[in-house]
């Protein structure tokens, strides 16, 4: 019991510390105080957990800076019950927020094992409704499109058509774009097949890769 209210404590601390780098969302700066974040770490950084970093996960990849998660999740504005495709699974901490945002999130990871782990994890901790794939997210889900959000989760060289395609009219995609550094992008589908970018500052992401891995 002790160690849950030890980790309230920290959630709180994290909230206020986002909140002062300007996330606003009240819905957002909720469900990073709901989601336990060491749940989805490794032993071996979990007391850090409720640092504003990046943590490593398995396969080489990260769980993003809780700021980043905050930040593309206020972008996407996720309403209840919208159709939200995630891409890069990872540790399943970003889909989790998505879920308590009220979405229903597809989530796709190209590592099995990371896959693997998240779908256990979120099943245990009771988040029974995200549904999680081992695919490419490179093609995106075309048998479960239209999505009214799309999120990416790591760092893409160019924005992937298959993904455009696979918006809803007035639904809204947010990636990181660029090598070193990436830029953070919004892109909202209006009819008529036209598109409007927006660009939201610099981040720093793992790599978009093409193809599935094992
Ligand atoms: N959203 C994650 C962050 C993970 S880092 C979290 O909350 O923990 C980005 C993830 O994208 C990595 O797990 C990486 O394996 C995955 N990824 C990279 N390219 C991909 C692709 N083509 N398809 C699916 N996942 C991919």
Redesign the pocket.
């Known amino acids: 019991m002790k160690d849950l209210f030890w980790h309230k404590g920290m959630r709180k601390k994290l909230v206020t510390t986002v909140k002062s780098k300007g996330i606003t969302d009240i819905n957002v700066l909720h469900a990073l105080y709901a989601l336990p974040r060491h749940y ?1 770490m490794e032993k071996a950084f979990e007391e850090k957990a409720y640092e504003d970093k990046a943590f490593p ?1 398995e ?1 080489g ?4 800076q809780p700021y980043t ?1 905050a930040f593309q999740t206020q972008l996407l504005n996720v309403k209840k019950r919208e159709k939200v495709l ?10 989790a ?1 998505l879920s308590l945002m009220g979405g229903r999130v597809y ?5 099995r094992m ?1 896959h693997l782990n ?1 779908k256990k994890l979120l099943h245990a901790i009771g988040l029974k409704g995200i549904r999680l794939f081992y ?4 093609k995106g889900l075309p048998e479960f499109a239209p999505f009214d959000k799309i999120l990416v ?2 760092a893409a060289k160019e924005i992937p058509q298959d993904l455009l395609d696979q918006l809803a009219i007035g639904g809204q995609l947010v990636i990181p774009v660029g090598d070193e550094s990436q830029t953070m992008m919004r892109i909202t589908k209006k009819a008529g097949g036209k598109f409007h970018k927006e660009q939201f500052g610099k981040f720093k ?9 094992n």
Do not use: C, M, W
């Not at 695919?135 to 490179?138: E, F, P, Q, V």
């Open positions: 989805f996960i396969n990849q990260t769980i993003s998660v995630e891409i890069g699974t990872g540790s399943g901490y970003q889909a927020i989530t796709i990871e190209r590592h990371l998240a695919k490419d997210g490179y989760t790591a992401f793992v790599p978009f890769v093409n193809g599935l891995d």
